[in-house]
């Protein structure tokens, strides 16, 4: 398939995509804990409603790094299935985490400061397992390249299992599930209101969910190369995990930053560095 024709499915069909995973979300999440839980479509209408509410802001730039955010998200995922390099796609991830940071920050409420600061903890507790992803994929198929990695032979989860359960532990920080919803916590009764986002309102607000479906749809199109090779078993897969995500989401209580930052530095080195290690082994004993 041509890059454009990827390039334009994925600009259109993203946040259809991402809209519907985040109404089976509520859905999913009300059946664990005996509820029968909204409309599949409830995220569509939260957001069109978002959408015709008044936008009160505290200051006026920070709609501004919104606005970027969302662009370099969509850039990201663009780059991504397009076949781009891997490392260009996490560095634009990256940038686009600053942005919103940056729009925190102006927001000038100590809700959403505390909440950009701890987004820039886990910035920290994940970037370093994503590094560890992308080196591991070039480990085994000799290019950075999205579209090279994911015409691989051979499904890269046999290569690399450690570095696949360590990106399914960094999938819990970026989907901003408990036990790490530390910066923007979905649930409002919690001490941070909702974190980054409790000064965001109207087309803002409604902007940075359309984004998260984006990027979203992105971080599961990433678990679909560990098995791009069969690619019923990619989509299975990808599935399965976000299923798991939400399963973890019910069953675990969030951690304190401190917990979550040493966890995630010890996860992406026993099981990300430590797959490398064995990968260099094998290659040159």
Sequence with gaps: MSPWI???IYLVGAPVLGGLLAGWDRRISARMQSRRGPPILQPFYDVLKLWHKENL???RSQNFYIFFFFLLVIFTGALFFAGSDLLLVIFALTLA???FVLGACKAS???SF???QRELIQMMAYEPMILLTAIGMYMVTKSFYVHEIASHPTLLVLALPG???GFLYTLEIKFRKSPFDLSDSHHAHQELVRGMTTEFSGRALALIEIAHWYENVFLLGWVYLFFASS???GVAVSLLVFVFVILVDNVFARLKWQTALQSAWLVAAVLGFGNILVLAWLRHP
Excluded: M
């Design 163 to 165: 570095i696949f359960l």
């Design 57 to 59: 802001v505290v200051r």
């Design 109 to 111: 409420s100590p809700y």
């Design 6 to 8: 990827r390039l334009l």
């Design 114 to 116: 505390v909440g950009a």
């Design 97 to 99: 985490a600053i942005f």
């Design 231 to 233: 690619p019923l078993l």
